[in-house]
């Protein structure tokens, strides 16, 4: 094994267990958060500075915003022939937009879907990697150390942009698997001759075709708070199913799983629905059909 330094900026949960992961396989890691409990030092700078050349840094911030401010200090910080890995939920557009910002200084640029959450420091991430071959192949040994044991868990997806392309599809899959369980734990609380949900659930966990990890982690769950009274029924997300949907569109594929779970998130976060009032309104008008009066 060759033994790599890396930098990493970002060290919350994800960021945080994937330093301890890389230092256990023998790799030299010098993290930098902006929280100073977290940091292995004080800035940026400093951190650029204590990296012999040439660099790797591993970026694993929040998209959008905070990843662009990142990008555009490492442009300013780094030299030709340093390489930056966006291991963020970045919406894949956004890397074509780093690696050319980045390129034009001769530094280089990989973006890795990184799949795993706060089980990976034990089982180790999933990686979908896009760029060029050059770069990849430079960072084969930090691959090698967050990559799950055995076969899989590790793809070099295409040209930039396919890494955070991939996994923004496995979160697409992520939302319709999640809701196709959630719906079907909500008809079975809804039969009657259904005693034991949790247990269905639990049984399916076995020999059935629908078993999965996320399968396991509703048994977690209902194990936790069997009708998880303890939450509302209220679904954040956090952009990528969004783009899925838009890609789908661009690319002219329908995708009406996806794009429903999607909805029924969206859905969730309304108290009263808009639209079922204009239901009830037209069905009254053209049917006379009773009305509820708002609360
Ligand atoms: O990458 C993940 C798991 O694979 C994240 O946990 C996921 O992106 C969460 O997304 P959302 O907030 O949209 O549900």
Do not use: C
């Not at 890396?6 to 929280?35: C, F, P, S």
């Not at 001769?106 to 879907?113: K, L, T, Y």
């Amino acid at each position: 094994m060759t033994a790599m330094e890396l930098g990493l900026i970002g060290l919350g949960k994800m960021g945080g267990n994937m330093r301890e992961r890389i230092r256990q396989a023998g790799h030299t890691v010098i993290g930098y958060d902006r929280d100073p409990e977290l940091s292995d030092v004080g800035s940026l700078t400093e951190l650029v500075g204590r990296l012999e050349g040439p660099r790797v840094i591993w970026v694993m911030v929040p998209a959008g915003g905070p990843t662009q401010s990142v990008v555009d200090e490492l442009g300013d910080l780094l030299e030709a022939g340093d390489t930056v890995v966006d291991g963020g939920n970045s919406r894949w557009t956004d890397d074509e937009k780093h690696a050319e910002e980045l390129g034009a200084q001769g530094i280089g640029f990989v973006d890795a879907g990184v799949s795993g959450g706060v089980w990976g420091l034990e089982n180790g991430y999933a990686l979908m990697v896009g760029g060029d071959k050059e770069h990849v192949d430079r960072l084969q040994p930090i691959f090698e150390a967050l990559k799950p044991e055995g076969p899989y868990g590790y793809v070099h997806a295409g040209r930039v942009g396919a890494g955070h392309f991939s996994k923004m599809v496995h979160n697409g899959i992520e939302y319709a698997m999640m809701q196709a369980y959630a719906e079907g734990w909500e008809l079975l609380q809804a039969a009657d001759s259904v005693t034991d949900v949790r247990e269905v659930f639990r049984s399916w966990q076995q020999g059935t075709v629908i078993r999965s990890w996320l399968l396991d982690l509703a048994v977690d769950a209902l194990d936790e708070d069997e009708y998880l009274e303890k939450l509302r029924g209220y679904a954040q997300d956090s952009g990528e199913g969004r783009w899925t949907v838009e890609a789908a569109i661009d690319n002219a594929v329908p995708l009406p799983a996806i794009t429903a779970s999607l909805f029924a998130r969206f859905a969730s976060r309304q108290d009263d629905s808009p639209q079922m009032k204009m239901i009830a309104a037209l069905r009254n008008q053209f049917g006379g059909h009773s009305v509820e009066s708002a609360k």
